[in-house]
C-alpha cells in the first residue's frame, strides 16, 4: 500500500507514539530520541518517502535517526500507522490525548490525572477541577488547578480546529487523490480553507462531474477515510483519521460559480451579499442569481429566471460588484472599498524581496549562514537578515555581544563575496523580564537590523508587558518587534500586552511590526495587521526560519496579510533593502 505520508505526517505518528509512551511513564532515553526524530523530521528538506525508495540512499545517514527509528519510519510511510501505536492505544484512550492540549500541562501530569483520577476527557477534566480534586494531586496544587481550567477552553477550540497549513497538507493530497477521476469537471475546496483563515473547522469541497457515483466512491476510497458520515445524491460526508471533516458536493457546471461563492462564506458576507441582490429585485443562492419573477413577492417559484452562476466573477457582476478576494469575504470593510471603488490590490508572495527573522547554527537553527542564503535565493530573495537569538534565551544557545560581533565579522567577509546579495547583521534581541535588552547598546548600534522580543515574563501584566515592549521601541537600534503578542495557536493565548500603546509608541519612533508567518503563530494576526496599516505602521513578513524548509512559510504569512487587506506598499520587505534602509531610517 502507498499512503503518501509526508514528513509532517510521519512526524504525527510518532509524535503520538512519544505522548502515549510518556503517560505511560517510559524510560526517559527512548522517548527523547523519539521527540528527536519529530524534530528532525520536521525540518527536514527532502522527503522521507523520497529516501527510503531510493536505493542508494538509507534515512539512518541522517542525523538522529538510529535503525529503530528507521524502521519505525518505513512502516508508517508504508501503512500510515504503527503497531506500537495501535497497542498503546488499547491500553489508553485516544482522549487522553486531548488533555495534552491544554497550556502547561505535559504527559507527567496527564499521567498523573489519568492514572489517579482515570480522567480521559476534558470534560472529566473541568468536573474534577471544579470539585477540586485536581488541587489535592500530589505535584498539582490550586494555582495549577487554576491553569488547568482557563486552559480548557483553548484545548476544547483547538480539538476543534486545525491550522490551515495542515488543512492544506490533506487537501492537497485528496486534491490529488480526486483528479484522477474521469468524469471529473472542475474541482475547488471552498469554506474558511479558501478564505484563508488561521485555523479550519472542515473541509468544503465542490465538484462539478457527470457521474456522481464515480467521484463519491473514490472519496470513499481515500486512504485516510474513518467513516461515511453520510452519503446521498449530491453530497457526501466523511470523516478522516485525526478527526478532519470533508464535505463533497457535487453541483451543476451553470452553479459552479454560484455554489463556490455560498460554500467559500463567510456567512456573514453572503448575508450583505443577498441583501444587495434583494434591494436589486434578485435572488442569490448556492444554484445561482436569479431575476425574481413578478407577482411572486419573491417566493422561490420555479419561474425566476437564471441570470448568473458559471463562475464568481459572473455572480458578483450579476449585483454590481467587483471580484472580491476570498481572503477579504469577511464582511469587514470589503463592501465599502467596492462602493468606492477602492478594493485593494493584495500583496502576493512573489512581491516579497527579503526576510527579516531567522536563525543559524550559531543559535537554535539547523542550517548555517551560507546555507540560509542559498536557500533564499533559490526562493528569489535578493536580502535577509540573520537574526539569532541573544544571550537570555540560553536553552537556544543565545549568543552574547562577544560572539555577535564575531558572527557579524564573518557576514562583512561573506558580504564582500556576494554578488546581488545582501545579508544583514542582525539580532533577535530579548525584551528582558526587568525591561531593557539583552544585548549592550554599543553593540548594538553595529548591526543592520534587529528584531526585539519577548520569550520571558509572558504572563506579566498588561502594563508591565507593555511597557518592556514600548521600552524597547524607544531604544534608537531596535528596528521591529518580533511577534508582537506571542499567541501560539491552539497552544497558548496571547500577553496581555496592549496593542494600541505599542502602535502608538511604533508611530513615534519609526519601528515596524512583524506579521511572523509561521502557521502556528502569524502574529500579528489579520486584525492586527489591519489596525496597523489604519496606524501607517508597514508590516514586515517574517518566517523566524530555524531551518531551510522553515523559509518556506512566507506563504502563510502572505495570506494572513491579504486577509487584513494589506497591499505590496504596506508591507515593508516588498521594498529592495536600499528603500527598506531608509525607512527604518540606518
Ligand atoms: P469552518 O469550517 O468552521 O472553518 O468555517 P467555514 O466558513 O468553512 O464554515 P462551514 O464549513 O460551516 O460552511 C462553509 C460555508 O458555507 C460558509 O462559510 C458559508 C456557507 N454556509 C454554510 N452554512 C450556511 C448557512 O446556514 N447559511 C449561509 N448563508 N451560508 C452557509
Ligand atoms: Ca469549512
Ligand atoms: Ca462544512
Ligand atoms: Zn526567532
Not at 458520515?229 to 457526501?236: F, L, N, P, S, Y
Not at 472599498?337 to 543559535?363: C, F, K, N, Q
Not at 496581555?496 to 502569524?522: C, I, S, T
Not at 523566524?544 to 487587506?565: E, N, P, T
Amino acid at each position: 500500500m502507498i499512503t503518501c505520508m509526508n514528513n509532517t505526517q510521519i512526524a504525527d505518528v510518532i509524535n503520538r507514539v512519544a505522548d502515549l509512551l510518556e503517560i505511560k511513564g517510559t524510560n526517559p532515553f527512548r522517548l527523547r530520541a523519539y521527540r528527536n526524530v519529530v524534530r528532525t523530521l520536521r525540518d527536514l528538506p527532502e522527503s522521507a518517502e523520497a529516501i527510503l525508495a531510493d536505493p542508494q540512499r538509507d534515512l539512518t545517514d541522517i542525523k538522529g535517526i538510529g535503525k529503530d527509528l528507521a524502521e519505525k519510519i518505513a512502516t508508517i510511510a508504508a501503512t500510515g500507522t504503527l503497531p506500537l501505536l495501535e497497542e498503546l492505544l488499547q491500553e489508553i484512550p485516544e482522549s487522553v490525548l486531548s488533555i495534552l492540549r491544554i497550556p502547561g500541562l505535559g504527559p507527567k501530569k496527564a499521567a498523573v490525572l489519568y492514572n489517579d483520577l482515570k480522567i480521559t476527557t476534558l470534560d472529566q477534566l473541568q468536573a474534577a477541577c471544579e470539585a477540586h480534586q485536581v488541587a489535592e494531586l500530589k505535584g498539582f496544587g490550586e494555582k495549577t488547578e487554576q491553569t488547568i481550567l482557563a486552559g480548557i477552553p483553548l484545548a476544547a477550540r483547538a480539538e476543534q480546529r486545525i491550522y490551515w497549513a495542515k488543512a492544506d497538507e490533506i487537501a492537497q493530497v485528496l486534491l490529488e487523490h480526486l483528479r484522477n477521476c474521469k468524469s471529473l469537471q472542475q474541482i475547488e475546496v471552498a469554506g474558511s480553507y479558501r478564505r484563508g483563515r488561521e485555523t479550519i473547522g472542515d473541509l468544503d469541497l465542490l465538484v462539478v462531474s457527470d457521474d456522481h457515483d464515480e467521484v463519491m466512491d473514490r472519496l470513499a476510497d481515500f486512504d485516510a477515510v474513518e467513516q461515511t458520515i453520510g452519503r446521498g445524491d449530491t453530497k457526501m460526508s466523511i470523516r478522516l483519521a485525526g478527526g478532519l471533516q470533508v464535505d463533497l458536493r457535487v453541483v451543476p457546471a451553470e452553479s459552479f460559480g454560484a455554489a463556490l461563492q455560498y460554500f467559500t462564506g463567510s456567512k456573514d458576507h453572503n448575508v450583505i451579499l443577498r441583501g444587495m441582490a434583494k434591494s436589486r429585485g434578485l435572488k442569490i443562492n448556492e444554484w445561482g442569481v436569479f431575476r425574481v419573477a413578478e407577482g411572486k413577492d419573491g417566493a422561490n417559484g420555479g419561474d425566476n429566471e437564471y441570470i448568473a452562476g458559471r463562475t464568481e466573477e459572473e455572480v458578483y457582476a450579476a449585483i454590481d460588484l467587483p471580484y472580491f478576494p476570498p481572503e477579504i469575504r469577511e464582511a469587514r470593510q470589503e463592501f465599502e472599498w467596492a462602493e468606492l471603488g477602492m478594493l485593494p490590490e493584495l500583496i502576493e508572495l512573489g512581491d516579497i524581496r527579503g526576510d527579516l527573522h531567522m536563525h543559524t547554527t550559531a543559535s537554535d537553527g539547523r542550517a548555517s549562514t551560507l546555507e540560509m542564503i542559498a536557500a533564499a535565493r533559490q526562493r528569489g530573495l535578493t536580502y535577509i537578515a540573520i537574526t539569532d537569538h541573544s544571550k537570555r534565551v540560553s536553552m537556544a544557545n543565545g549568543l552574547d555581544g562577544e560572539r555577535l560581533l564575531e558572527q557579524w565579522a564573518e557576514i562583512d567577509e561573506i558580504n564582500a563575496g556576494l554578488k546581488n546579495f545582501t545579508v544583514l547583521k542582525g539580532v533577535e534581541v530579548d525584551i528582558l523580564e526587568k525591561g531593557g535588552l539583552d544585548i549592550a547598546d554599543d553593540v548594538l548600534a553595529r548591526a543592520d537590523w534587529i528584531v526585539a522580543s519577548v520569550h520571558y515574563g509572558q504572563r506579566q501584566s498588561s502594563e508591565q508587558i507593555t511597557g518592556r515592549i514600548v521600552e524597547a521601541i524607544r531604544n534608537p537600534h531596535v528596528s521591529a518587534i518580533a511577534h508582537p503578542t506571542g499567541r501560539i495557536i491552539n497552544r497558548r493565548e496571547r500577553y496581555e500586552v496592549d496593542l494600541e500603546a505599542v502602535m502608538r509608541a511604533a508611530v513615534e519612533h519609526g519601528k515596524l511590526l512583524e506579521l511572523n508567518a509561521n502557521p502556528a503563530r502569524l502574529d500579528l494576526d489579520d486584525v492586527h495587521c489591519a489596525a496597523a496599516k489604519r496606524h501607517a505602521i508597514p508590516v514586515v513578513i517574517n518566517t523566524d526560519a530555524h531551518s531551510i524548509a522553515g523559509l518556506d512559510v512566507m506563504r502563510h504569512g502572505i495570506q494572513q496579510a491579504r486577509r487584513a487587506g494589506l497591499t505590496k506598499a504596506d508591507v515593508a520587505n516588498t521594498r529592495s533593502w536600499k528603500q527598506m534602509r531608509k525607512l527604518i531610517g540606518r
